[in-house]
């Protein structure tokens, strides 16, 4: 299997992809995982005594034993791979990390870590970093300082602002960021004027969030991974947290096992967790809407849906129904595949073995349709009455340590942190909270001239105008200028944190990259941005630290928040997100605007923002959201008092110093001000509890009435409210209406008519900087957002009730006439031409030469583009090449045997990967699957050669992204990731 280490004999065309340290074997000693997971961290500096790791000149200390006589010190951080939260607890001796223990008394992750966070020690001592800042000169990388780097990047950026404009400069952000840092790069993107400023969510869950949030009100998991431990039946659709959240699964496993719950796995693959499953269920990619529309007809036709939650707080399930009638048995099995009896199975398990709970992942979300996948899966939900309380809900697992909170934090082209949108009362809003002129901001945004047939725009409208996503940035760049809609192309990039084979159809990525005036990446590590395109000059690397280097808040799935204290200083010449932030403030002449109310502490290279002051400045804006609440002592006290909260409930008794009553990282919303010790939401829209006990409603967001028909709910209110019936948000003017005003500080109501003038009534619960009407909220057992109605059918999206479309390159040409995507329409700044692309897909009879469907995912070993894991050394001896899995019939039929290279071919522009072939039956026939973690081989070229010096990850292997293809999701840009088409042939 290729899982395992391989030996001396394996061929040399194997160990090409590999760094020398692994060809020499670590020393000569085989670790299986079990191995690894008992020892590592502890013996790696023993290692690199050895000499088989090639060690960087710089660095200053080695990881080893502790040392006798010398003081130990403990501090607490988070994992900083995926999203599930586990506390790392690091030993620290004369400022070297020399030991890690899992946190025992943590609620989520229990003493355990999974293979990657068991190793995340070596992150902070991996020689394969970049260890100070680097340049690109006449194509050959050569060392500067931080001051040369700054001031000639913002002297170029400057440059280009003047001759483009400011939406010529495209800011990637990261999941990687704390909550603070990613707070302060959305912020740095509005001070220097653009809404072009995107992150890892839109290609991960940037669809869970539209198609959540305009179903119920937040784009939120609204669970969470220890409540799983309540349900009774669980299907898991388009996600493997066995490989992907290995943590998660000890809650999952154990509600199975303590419930005796049905746990349905619902893939194309047979994965990990479906391993573990009490059903399996294989469908055909990309057909996740006619197999839940499927469930709903069992579940209509034998009336077992939830008949009074639907009548109370959902609208428009009639209009589902209509949809749901077009599936029958029959028409699902020829779309999915899935028997019918089955799917009857599944879905009475669902409806009637309740509580049930829907856990999904990319699997769902990287479509074409996937928002409307989202939005479907909702609807099974509602449908049941499955949201809302205990062993329940939507459990969407994240993917990356802090994309929740980057999320949350503004780190999308379609709106300001916390939500709040691009229209002017959100910009009020941060301007009021920033204490700068609402003008001053809208004058750094550009006026786009009338170009393509279109009118123009002036500063306003721009800056109400979403920008360019992470998908497609590489088009803007490159497109004719009349089909960007912007003053001019994209010109230079800046990239935090972010991998650069992330994205599909990479070797338009790598042409886009060589034709950028400006690319600068700041990351410990080099990343595939550094080696992809062609470039000569104007290339820069900034070596960042990791989160293990700093202070700071992150975000795990389920709202929790939760802080992490530096556990060593950064490394090398590495500086944190938050001086570098603060330095290009400076030197592009913002600086005193931008930090005029965030305290200023002394670091390694100078004054840089106290993370502290940040999260307190977020806590004065956050209303929207709930991040008011959430002080840096909150968290700090949860930190030091994990063994204090409940394993499943997450809620600390109320007797506990400190945190009493609280839940876990108060999950938002955690409403009012620090001062009202709000406990946090632990589940969204519970009306079982009262609001001060963290319970709510569906958010009335999207009016009172339709067409004639109520939005708000009918007899549901959340427990001790005054108000027993559906009710909209709350203003000053609602508060009045009501008598409630009365309740409001002589301070509170001074602050409100003052910030509102002569229209203080329409002063609101998200928009009141004094608290008080969400105070007043509480006090009376009314959520502050209203009381509504959940939406089975959403009039604002392209498909208000979902419907199936075929994937732009489907296997079925036979089912595009009745089931075609979305036409050619105009999306996010350019043009979308998927119809397009999709009827020439079938015209030239592209599923005859590229019959096997490629889907992708990830592995235990490694993490996102891999740049992080694949260098480290534990990791990487786990899993050393890229491969890809067929099945053995697709295998014989084309002489491939196991372990043998082949050729993977896209269908666009002879794309290819060259790669292992891993015969399998996890996929079925005329399927393959492709890890998406590998890069540093481009289309069978080796570019190891490419990286500054010492910084090349040990694991090199093809990207999948150089061989996926066309398709946006229509709401957020998506791509296709999980469905195309390839060929496999021997190499």
């Known amino acids: 299997m290729l899982v395992k280490r391989k030996t001396q004999g394996t061929s040399g065309e194997a160990r090409r992809a590999r760094h020398p340290a692994i060809v ?17 961290g502890l013996a790696v500096g023993g290692l690199a005594a050895a000499g088989t790791l090639s060690l960087g000149a710089v660095r200053k200390a080695e990881a080893g034993p502790m040392v006798e006589g010398v003081a130990v010190e403990t501090r607490k951080n988070i994992c900083t791979h995926c999203s599930v939260g586990c506390t790392v607890i690091a030993e620290v001796q004369n400022g070297v990390w020399v030991g890690q223990e899992p946190a025992w008394e943590s609620p989520i992750n229990r003493g355990t870590h999974c293979a990657k966070g068991a190793s995340v020690r070596e992150l902070v001592h991996g020689d394969r970093r970049l260890k100070y800042p680097m340049k690109m000169v006449g194509g050959q990388w050569v060392r500067t300082t931080w001051d040369e780097a700054l001031t000639e990047i913002s002297a170029k950026l400057g440059t280009i602002r003047e001759q483009s404009g400011a939406d010529s400069v495209f800011w990637l952000g990261s999941a990687k960021f704390s909550n603070e840092g990613a707070y302060l790069y959305r912020k740095l993107a509005a001070f220097w004027g653009t809404n072009s400023v995107d992150h890892q969510a839109r290609i ?20 969470s991974y220890n409540d799983i431990r309540n349900s009774k039946t669980m299907i898991i659709m388009g996600g493997n947290p066995a490989e992907a959240h290995p943590v998660s699964l000890q809650h999952v496993l154990t509600g199975k096992e303590q419930n005796q719950a049905n746990m349905i796995v619902i893939d194309p693959r047979f994965t990990r967790t479906a391993a573990h499953a009490t059903e399996y269920v294989r469908i055909r990619p990309g057909t996740d809407i006619p197999v839940i529309w499927g469930m709903m007809w069992h579940i209509f036709e034998n009336g077992w849906e939830d008949k009074d939650f639907i009548a109370q707080r959902v609208y428009g399930m009639d209009e589902v129904r209509k949809e749901v009638a077009k599936w029958t048995p029959e028409e699902v099995e020829r779309v999915s595949g899935v028997p019918g009896e089955q799917l009857k199975r599944v879905a009475e398990m669902f409806a009637t073995q309740k509580p049930s709970t829907l856990i999904w992942c990319m699997g769902a979300t990287q479509k074409t349709v996937g928002t409307a996948n989202v939005r479907a899966y909702c609807n099974l939900l509602l449908a049941t009455g499955n949201v809302g309380s205990e062993g329940t809900g939507a459990n969407i697992f994240r993917g990356h340590c802090n994309v929740q909170g980057a999320t949350d934090l503004g780190l999308d082209v379609t709106s300001l942190p916390l939500y709040y949108g691009l229209a002017e009362g959100g910009w009020r809003h941060w301007a009021r909270v920033w204490e700068v002129e609402y003008d001053w901001l809208q004058a750094r945004f550009d006026e786009v001239p009338a170009k393509g ?45 972010h991998g650069g084979n992330t994205v599909t159809r990479m070797p338009e990525v790598a042409e886009g990259l060589k034709r950028l005036d400006l690319l ?6 080099p990343t595939t941005f550094a080696v992809l395109g062609e470039r000569t000059d104007n290339t820069y690397l900034l070596p960042i630290c990791t989160q293990f280097e700093c ?8 709202r929790s928040i939760q802080w992490g204290e530096k556990v060593v200083e950064p490394i090398f010449e590495s500086a944190n997100d938050y001086w570098v932030i603060y330095q290009l403030a400076e030197k592009l002449g913002f600086a005193d605007r931008m930090f005029k109310n965030i305290t200023m502490v002394d670091g390694k290279f100078g004054p840089e923002p106290q993370p502290e002051s940040v999260l307190s400045e977020i806590n004065r804006g956050g209303w929207s959201t709930g991040y008011c609440g959430q002080s840096p002592e909150r968290l700090k006290a949860h930190m030091a008092n994990q063994g204090a909260f409940d394993l499943v409930t997450l809620r600390a008794p109320r007797d506990v110093a400190d945190v009493g009553g609280d839940y876990y990282g108060l999950p938002w919303p955690c409403w009012g001000t620090p001062e009202i010790r709000h406990p946090g939401t632990h589940i969204l829209y519970n009306t079982n509890l009262h609001v001060k006990d963290g319970g709510g409603a569906f958010r009335a967001r999207f009016g009172v009435e339709r067409e004639g028909v109520t939005l708000l709910a009918e007899g549901s209110a959340p427990m001790g409210s005054e108000l027993t019936d559906g009710h909209p948000e709350f203003t000053y003017g609602v508060l009045k209406t009501l008598g409630w005003d009365g309740d409001l500080t002589p301070a509170e109501r001074a602050r409100i008519e003052r910030q509102g003038g002569e229209n203080a009534d329409a002063v609101s619960w998200s928009t009141d900087l004094s608290g008080g009407i969400q105070r007043v909220c509480l006090e009376r057992g009314a959520i502050p957002f209203g009381n509504g109605k959940a939406r089975a059918m959403a009039w604002n999206l392209p498909d208000p009730v979902p419907v ?10 036979d089912l595009v006439a009745q089931y075609p995507t979305r036409d050619d329409f105009r999306q996010q700044r350019v043009p979308n031409i998927g119809h397009t692309v999709q009827k020439t897909a079938i015209e030239k009879n592209v599923p005859r030469d590229f019959p096997i469907i490629l889907t992708s995912g990830r592995l235990v070993e490694y993490e996102g583009g891999g740049e992080e894991t694949r260098s480290n050394p534990w990791l990487a001896e786990l899993q050393q090449d890229m491969f890809v899995e067929i099945n053995p019939a697709d295998a014989a039929e084309r002489g491939i045997a196991e372990g043998q290279l082949v050729w993977v071919t896209g269908p666009e522009g002879g794309a290819r990967t060259r790669v292992k072939a891993l015969v399998t039956e996890r996929v079925g026939r005329g399927v393959a699957f492709m890890p998406f973690h590998f890069a540093g081989w481009f289309q069978g070229v080796d570019q190891r050669a490419k990286y500054p010096q010492g910084t090349d990850p040990i694991v090199l292997g093809e990207s999948v992204n150089t061989v996926t293809t066309y398709g946006y999701d229509p709401v957020t840009g998506m791509q296709e990731t999980k469905v195309t088409l390839c060929q496999i042939a021997a190499a």
């Open 24 to 40: 020499a074997g670590l020393v000569n000693q085989a670790i299986d995982r079990r191995t690894f997971l008992r020892r590592s």
């Open 520 to 525: 600068v990446v700041a990351d410990p590590h």
């Open 804 to 813: 199936h479309r075929e994937p732009i390159y489907t296997a079925r040409p």
């Open 453 to 497: 047939g279109r009118e123009g725009r002036d500063r306003k409208a721009n800056m109400e105008t979403p920008g360019i996503t992470t998908t497609r940035w590489f088009d803007a760049v490159m497109l004719d200028p009349e089909q960007v809609d912007q003053r001019d192309n994209i010109k230079a990039m800046m990239v935090f944190g």
């Open 551 to 558: 202070s700071g808040s992150r975000t795990a799935s389920n």
């Open 204 to 223: 991960c869950h940037s669809t869970t969030v539209a198609g959540v949030a305009n179903t119920w009100g937040y784009g939120a998991q609204t669970n």
